[in-house]
T-cell receptor, first 110, second 112 residues
Framework: NAGVTQTPKFQVLKTGQSMTLQCAQD?????MSWYRQDPGMGLRLIHY???????DQGEVPNGYNVSRSTTEDFPLRLLSAAPSQTSVYFC?????????FGSGTRLTVV | DQQVKQNSPSLSVQEGRISILNCDYT??????FLWYKKYPAEGPTFLIS?????DKNEDGRFTVFLNKSAKHLSLHIVPSQPGDSAVYFC???????????FGEGTQLTVNP
């Protein structure tokens, strides 16, 4: 049982480039979320999904897109990377109440 | 606005003693409260939760207390062990499984 798998673990992007952070879970969880962690700010919700085909914005959605075509996958797309998006990104899934988190993607935008 | 706040960025305790981590919230719609532990270079790990119908929940060395009137919760770790050294995040949700709102985290250091 792999849990929540995030790829890649590390990524360096140039300003203006686009990329997709992958997230997959094998626990048949309905709820999935993307968070970013920045020093002194805890984890902030980027986007959220309550099931396949249903997504919603979180606290800091600007510059990011998501889709949920299957229960298992919830990719996060950076449309045009900016240095302010340098962060550690976590994907999580749940059937309630506690979420299971992936190990994170450390993204640096130069 | 910061709906969940952890006012202590760090806490240091001796091995064997009690660790008390605190968390305050402002949104009265929050119904579930959770604590996560995070080691460096790893994702957060779910520790313990409590729903608003309870004021206490225990799991081994970990106990969470909820004071709804004060909008305050705390995590007690007894006895503290060096392996408990990590960042602890408090989180809240309006319903079970709904989006989580996190506090800023508290770095706990347990000294041998």
């Amino acid at each position: 049982n792999a849990g929540v798998t995030q790829t890649p673990k590390f990524q360096v992007l140039k300003t203006g480039q686009s990329m997709t952070l992958q997230c997959a879970q094998d626990m048949n969880h309905e709820y999935m979320s993307w968070y970013r962690q920045d020093p002194g700010m805890g984890l902030r919700l980027i986007h959220y999904s309550v099931g396949a085909g249903i997504t919603d914005q979180g606290e800091v959605p600007n510059g990011y897109n998501v889709s949920r075509s299957t229960t298992e996958d919830f990719p996060l797309r950076l449309l045009s990377a900016a240095p302010s998006q340098t962060s550690v990104y976590f994907c999580a899934s749940s059937n309630g109440p506690g979420y299971t988190f992936g190990s994170g993607t450390r993204l640096t935008v130069v | 606005d910061q709906q969940v706040k952890q006012n202590s960025p760090s806490l240091s305790v001796q091995e064997g003693r009690i660790s008390i981590l605190n968390c305050d919230y402002t949104n009265s719609m929050f119904d579930y409260f959770l604590w996560y532990k995070k080691y460096p270079a790893e994702g957060p790990t779910f520790l313990i939760s409590i729903s608003s119908i309870k004021d206490k929940n225990e799991d081994g060395r970990f106990t969470v207390f909820l004071n709804k009137s004060a909008k305050h919760l705390s995590l007690h770790i007894v006895p503290s062990q060096p392996g408990d050294s990590a960042v602890y995040f408090c989180a809240a949700a309006e319903t079970s499984g709904s989006r989580l709102t996190f506090g800023e985290g508290t770095q706990l250091t347990v000294n041998p």
